[in-house]
């Protein structure tokens, strides 16, 4: 693991994944592993916390995340970085995962920027799926000034029925389960209780299943940007700030190889500078 060094040149050849000071959140046995990018500035106002997409997409947004960090604290904002208990580097099994543990996760997160970070606001990004435990975090009193929401799942009844079909074709494929190996010919069962290769316990699937992201008038937070594709519909929340990914922008969502991992592409990294100097005149 690496540790902070303000005076490397982070951004000299474009986005990198820079460097970081490592820690645990928790104790115990419900600790998680964190991450936290440190701002240029002596005493930056408002910090990040990146909030994981879930699942499979996890692990292949990994790259992704740190470089957004990167960008973000070298433009002032700290951010904190971390793996949701059951997940990643923290402790715990997949199957301990659901919105209860991730609020949980969350609010340590949130704490730890504000100690360690030294800052006074706390801003959410949350990517892809992870937009569903924020909302449930902060309709039950975590606090934040800001929330981004990158690519958001809005509806968790459709996106866990996508999954379902995803997982059940995966499972099918005679690319990954050739029946000269000895795979049944009708593909890999699904009685583990697996979704796209990870543990999902009954509480997540129902949590996940019950999840919607709507605008009721109970906002725990004032202010919602967003950052989205083209072609991408309008939310059903209200957004300040719209930032457009351009087209040659990778599909987090998308291959379940994790030879497609998301990099940082040119177009992407223009988005991340506009939402990085965005971010630096929030303080």
Known sequence: MRAWNPQANLRAEGMTVGVWEPFWLGAGEQRLY??????NLPSPRLGLVLAPPLLHE????????TELATALAQEGVPCVRFDYFGTGDSDGSGEQLDFASMRRDLQFAADSLIARGGVERIGVLAVRG??????SWLR????ANLLVLWEPVVDGESW?????????MERRSPLRYPTAAGA?????????LQLMGYPVSTQLRRDIAQARVIDDGVRAFPRCWSVLR???DMLPVTCERVFRLPTDTPLIGGAVSMDASVFVTPGLQRVVD???QALRKER
Request: charged share 25%; no cysteine.
């Open 274 to 276: 506009e939402l990085a």
């Open 58 to 65: 996890q692990p292949r947004s990994r790259r992704l995340l």
């Open 140 to 143: 039950g009193g975590g606090a």
């Open 230 to 232: 083209e072609d991408a």
């Open 34 to 39: 964190a991450a936290l990018h440190r701002a």
């Open 184 to 192: 049944p010919p009708n593909g890999v069962s699904s009685d583990d």
């Open 130 to 135: 992870a937009t569903l435990p924020v909302f």
């Open 160 to 168: 866990l029925a996508e999954l379902e079909t995803r997982d059940a």
